[in-house]
C-alpha cells in the first residue's frame, strides 16, 4: 500500500512568507501527527488531528496552524516566517497512537 | 521540549558486535516507541512496547521497559553497517513526544 506522501520535499522562502505543507496519510489511517525537525531543538511536536479534529498542539506560537479534510489529508501553515523556521516538517499517520505511526519523507524548508 | 532524554548521544562500535541504547522518560505513557533515521529523512517505526510489558523482541531487536524507573532500552544485535542512523524512542499518552536521539555508527 502507498505510504505516506508529503508535498512538497524542499521549499526555499523569504522571511515573511507564508507557507502550506501537505500531508497524504496512509489510506484507513485517521490520525495525523506533525513534527519539526532541527539540529538544535531535535525533533518537536506540532499537533495531532484526528477526523478532522486537532486533538493536541504543541509548544508553537499561532503561527503555526494546521487542519485535517474529510478524507484525512492534513495540511500545516506557517505564517509570517522567520529563520528560525528553517527545518524538516515531518508527517506521520496511524491508525490510532497507541500503534505506532508511519512517517513520510519530510519537506525541507529553508527560510532565507 | 522532550520528553525523552537518549544515552549515549552519540556510538561508534564495530560490525558484529551489540549496540545498546536508553531512553529515559519523565511522565506516566501508554506505550513506548523506537524509530531510525536515516540521513535527515523520514523515521522508520522500528517496535512498539506497552506499557504493561516488560520486553519485547523482534529480529535482531530487543527492547526493555521498566516504567517503575521510567525507563527503555533498545539493544542491537550483530550489528551490520546498514544499522548506522539516528534512533529515537518516543513516549507518551495523549501527547507523543520525542527523545533526543543516538546517533549509532557502525564500522564495517
Known amino acids: 500500500k502507498a505510504g505516506v506522501t508529503q508535498t512538497p520535499r524542499y521549499l526555499i522562502k523569504t ?17 495525523v501527527s506533525w513534527y519539526q525537525q532541527t539540529p538544535g531543538q531535535g525533533l518537536q511536536f506540532l499537533f495531532e488531528y484526528f477526523s478532522e479534529t486537532q486533538r493536541n498542539k504543541g509548544n508553537f506560537p499561532g503561527r503555526f496552524s494546521g487542519r485535517q479534510f474529510s478524507n484525512s489529508r492534513s495540511e500545516m501553515n506557517v505564517s509570517t516566517l522567520e529563520l528560525g523556521d528553517s527545518a524538516l516538517y515531518l508527517c506521520a499517520s496511524s491508525l490510532d497512537r497507541s500503534e505506532g505511526y508511519t512517517f513520510g519523507s519530510g519537506t525541507r524548508l529553508t527560510v532565507v | 521540549s522532550q520528553q525523552g532524554e537518549e544515552d549515549p548521544q552519540a556510538l561508534s562500535i564495530q560490525e558484529g558486535e551489540n549496540a545498546t541504547m536508553n531512553c529515559s522518560y519523565k511522565t506516566s505513557i501508554n506505550n513506548l516507541q523506537w524509530y531510525r533515521q536515516n540521513s535527515g529523512r523520514g523515521l522508520v517505526h522500528l517496535i512498539l512496547i506497552r506499557s504493561n510489558e516488560r520486553e519485547k523482541h523482534s529480529g535482531r531487536l530487543r527492547v526493555t521497559l521498566d516504567t517503575s524507573k521510567k525507563s527503555s532500552s533498545l539493544l542491537i544485535t550483530a550489528s551490520r553497517a546498514a544499522d548506522t542512523a539516528s534512533y529515537f524512542c518516543l513516549t507518551g499518552t495523549y501527547k507523543y513526544i520525542f527523545g533526543t536521539g543516538t546517533r549509532l555508527k557502525v564500522l564495517a
Do not use: A, E, F
Not at chain 1, 522571511?15 to 490520525?31: A, D, E, W, Y
Open chain 1, 15 to 31: 522571511r515573511g512568507q507564508q507557507v502550506t505543507l501537505s500531508c497524504s496519510p496512509i489510506s484507513g489511517h485517521r490520525s
